[in-house]
């Protein structure tokens, strides 16, 4: 059985004046978030009606990572609860409804799974057409949503699952110009905490370290930088930060508050030196293509770090070019963006029935080679 047809998205306002409207119910459970969203644009104006999120973090919290088994039974148990308070929030029913986008990859295929077959569920009792969204392209496209960026514009996905450079050329079109070839940094962050007894998530636990910390104390290494390129790699650097405490825990017996401090400073420096070079590069190759309103927007929980993203807004200002990083929990995983991702494939015409395979891998840019590593929190395109 073919897929529901979109229905005409034109409808009449009380003025007499036709405006096409576009609402869309957004799902996303691809990891440890489960998470429904409605999304409206009329006559090109956005606006997220609703976003939940249902985290799954304390139910990992003993494991030191997400487990697939329990985020699939999460997900199938909570989906329709968050689809229901999404739906109460927007003030509609799902009759009002154009269409679902639900995220069918990349991710854990039992969570991805369960949000596909939710999605389906609900075309099957309304009639109400399914669009498959990569999850990756959810994140990419926010920018547009939050700030309404133009493209081409160079995005850098930074979380504790992703980590790449791609340029973003249109709803459909992106090019990756390189990416971590083994950890993400959020995850090298939540591996660090772990290491020095700091609670998890570990990002803004080794930030507030940091803070009062001497980050030349510890000298780390800053991966891949003598390499051309914008690959990266974060897996070494939580190495190197287990021999430097195993050196001070050798030499005194234990580590100090200050030792801390200087440890997460150091560790934070070489990710944000990393980073900050890797951006450089990225907007080099960027500016080759002279788009008429150049933008490098930032996404993922790692975005979150003060000092990462003050690097980044510095070199973007040396370049001229404007530097974008959506609210936070817009850079999280969330609904809202798969269902602005949904809208920007119906605006431009994308919609195919067989993105709504789920898929663990899915990369954005097919033409680049896959990038092998996977994290904790699953397989990445
Ligand atoms: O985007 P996100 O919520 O989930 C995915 O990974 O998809 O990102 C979570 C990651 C965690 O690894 C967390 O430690 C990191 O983002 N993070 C941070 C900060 N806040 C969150 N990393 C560095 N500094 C932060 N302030
Ligand atoms: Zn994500």
Redesign the pocket.
Known sequence: MGLPVLPALKRQSNSGHWRIVTIILGLESS?DDTAAAIVREVSGRREILSSVVYGQTSLHADFGGVVPEIAARAHAEKMDLCVEEALAVAGLGLGEIDAIAVTSGPGLIGGVLSGVMCAKGIAAATGKPVIGVNHLAGHALTPRLTDGLRFPYLMLLV????CQFLIVEAADRFTRLGGTIDDAP??A??KTAKLLGLPQ????A??AEAASGDPKRFAFPRPLLDRPGCDMSFSGLKTALLRARDAVVAEKGGLTEQDRRDLCAGFQAAIADVLAEKSRRAIEEYGLLNASDPAFAVA???A??KAIRERLEELSAGHGIKFIAPPLSL???NAAMIAWAGIEKVNAGAIDPKDLVARPRWPLDARSPALLGSGK?GAKA
């Open positions: 990891c979380s504790g699952g992703h959020g995850e962050f939540d998530p570990g990002g803004p080794v930030e993922g929980g790692v979150a770090n850079c999280t995983d929190k």
